[in-house]
């Protein structure tokens, strides 16, 4: 099992000083939402980093903030925007003599005080009409809520300042006015602006363009913009039928196969259709059809424009004569249809029936859906650059968003600096990992991110004696030759990794994958207890080319129904591959037998090691369904270690409310880690009943934003605490929040950088651009493989342990090479890396047939909210023999 190699310095690297404002601790009295900085990091090698941060200044004033902008009906934000800009430059310029920034929601922001009575006013605005239809009136509020004097910003980065509301408030207004002018030429979503200079068409009718995010940051004794480059999925634009063609990959120049669509197909492209904007168009004359206003798809007709019929209406009134839709356009509308064989959108919300030919897609429309699996694979090789190339990309990004020309910008008196800034990252030594008896070399030193395992034993290595093969594919397309090849590779693997006593597979065998899943793998096991006298103990299951529902409901069977470990693999995979590949087979195989792979040497890991205070890990994460979903829940999970060296893990899984970020079973899930923990350490390693328990609690929480800080603190943290009551224990707590979806990245000099041109693993920064008052830092635990590495952001919540700086981080660079998946560090720490994982797996805990794809016909709120609720009760809980195993590696 080969590593990768890189070329970062190491201990050559140079030396410097952080610098004095970097490092100045906060005032006693400033009230925090975390914990505040114990002090900054001293171990490992310092290098100069650049990231993509960019200075911001802004001159001393008043920041005056409006709120409850629109009224009754909720819009779409770019209507609320082109409502708002009617506001100021027709119906009421006299009071904004000077425009100000508006967000598009029920938040806008002046440099000045707006000349309103008492600071409130109404106005009306006159929208659509015609002769037969009186205009709608739709009225903007003004009311200021806030004034913030924006010194409060200088105090706060310099911590003097607690993170209050003002604070929040005077940070999201920053944001507001950088937003406002690129706002107002380019596509958005939320910091996003996307351009479609380099766009590249896709598979599906989509096409794939360049974004730009920004963000205003507080940092140490600064503001900054945070600017970074990535990519968005827009709609293929032009007619309608184009791109149904396109997502159902049915050929351009035969629209009529719209018309035989399966209820299927229909389905799956109303899914897709679904909150798409389209106008009104003449033929292919997108032109003429951008004059018109866009309306949203909200469904898509069973029956074709020539059998779909409505009632007739004259001046608002029904006249009693049903009319087809094709028959309306050919004497009415006096344009008669090309393929009245094809169906009809719903569009707007009075439901008005389109024939597909008429509609035209106007271009620029960002799909806010779960992206296809081709496309993600598509996005990412179209946005994955080379560090030097994606902060050449931020560069010209500046360009783009052009700050010094917007008069927004210019009238608070904000300028942000045209260099990235040069801060101070330093290495972290990578521990040793400590393999098992049998080994030729039982520890290794970690370089570069990555070792090697050969001549390894595992360190608690599983038999591999009871196991089958069942191959889902005909002899035809892999062979009992390729059968026995595999065979043969997994053997000569699992026994350099020292699984032995290594047999024969009991049964080998092939299976139709069209037929009955869930009976065919019974019948295996049947048949080997039967005519072998073996319970087996893994599952071999070989896959043919898309085969994830056999996969799923392979999983149910396994870890559900029976409590069997199965092993899912490729058939393009298995066929011919190499000694490699079946040893990293192996890596899961002794996890999912009870087997442990390899453990931090206890000299790398002397707060795991400490025998006198047990510590416990856990990893907890919540799934959400995808955007556009109906009635689906969201799935949390909570991994925990049993073992004294934390490489050996355990799961536990809920479902609950759709979109819910807080978890609501932390304390049972908690519960329920612990008493295995504390089972564990006294039938396998040997505790004393009274030494047992964890004295020391980590909780490493994924998937939480900054705003849902409090409200995690809040919520979760005191249920842990009581579980830990209810349990007679006293552990203290550290709650650690993990960071992913965040845009800071690192890009170092020419002599550090690795040979993917990325910072070395264990590159960390916990100084310039980290929080001003509280306990965070970024680190890149993992070698870059490909495009630009991403750092987790770490930010404690919650510390009973009083941990050092470099105490926590070196923990948690040190949690992040127990990824019993791998010979190499990963991105975050195992538990939370494992919570991820076990969360996509819930939705094989649902019996095999459960509808749970991405969305539902249901249009219906109460519908869709009584299928979650059916959801949540039919989920399934892990079998008690596969909970005590890695069954999710």
Known sequence: MAAGRGRGRGAQGPTMQISSQA????????????????GFGTAGIRIPMTVNAFKLDIEGGMIYHYDDIVGEKVLPIKRNMELFKILQYEIAPNVFVEKISYDGRKNAISHYRLKLPDDYQEFPIQVGGSPNRPPRIIRIKIKLVAQINSELLTRFVQGKQSHDNAAITAIQALNIVLRMEPTQKYTFNTRSFYVPEGRKPIQGGLELWRAYFQSVRPAMNQLVVNVDVSAGVMYQAGPLINLCLSFLRRPPNNPNVLGQMNDRDRLELKRFLVGLKVVVGNGDK??????RPPRSITGLSRHSAKDLTFNMRREGQATGQNITVAQYFRTVVNRPLQYPNLPCVEV???KAMLPLEICVVPPGQLMRKQVPADATREMVQFSAQR????????QSAL?????????YVQHFGMSVGSSPLQVTSRTLPAPRMQYGRGSRQPTVQVKFGAWNMADKHFYVPMPLDSWAVMVMDSTQRFSQQLVDQSVRGLKEAASACGMTPVAD????????PQGNIMRMLTDLMNEAKTTKGVQLKIVVVILPNNGDEIWATTKFWGDISMGVATQCLKAQKCAGANIQYWANVCLKLNGKLGGINTVPDPQSASILSDPHHPTLVLGADVIHPSPGSVGRPSFTAMVGNVDRSAAKYIATSRAQTSRQEIIDDFGDMAKEIIRAHMDYREHKEGARADAR???RILVYRDGVSEGQFKQVKELELPKLIEACKELGIKPKITFIIVGKRHHIRMKPGPRDEDRTGNAPAGSIIDTDITHPVEFDFYLQSHAGIKGTSRPAHYSVLYDENTFTADGLQQLTYTLCHVYARSTRSVSIPAPTYYADIVCARAKTHYAPGTDLSAASETESSAAGHATEQGLQQSFQQVHPVQKRRMYFQ
């Open 399 to 407: 360009q783009t968003l052009a700050y010094g020309q917007s008069t």
């Open 505 to 512: 597979p009991v049964l080998t065998c092939h299976r139709n």
């Open 387 to 394: 560090p030097s190339d994606r902060f050449a990309g931020i």
């Open 23 to 38: 490092t100045t601790i906060a005032d006693p009295s400033v009230q925090t939402i975390g914990v505040r900085r114990p």
């Open 348 to 350: 707007g919300s009075g």
């Open 693 to 695: 328990f964890p004295s």
């Open 286 to 291: 997108t032109q003429n059809a951008q004059q």
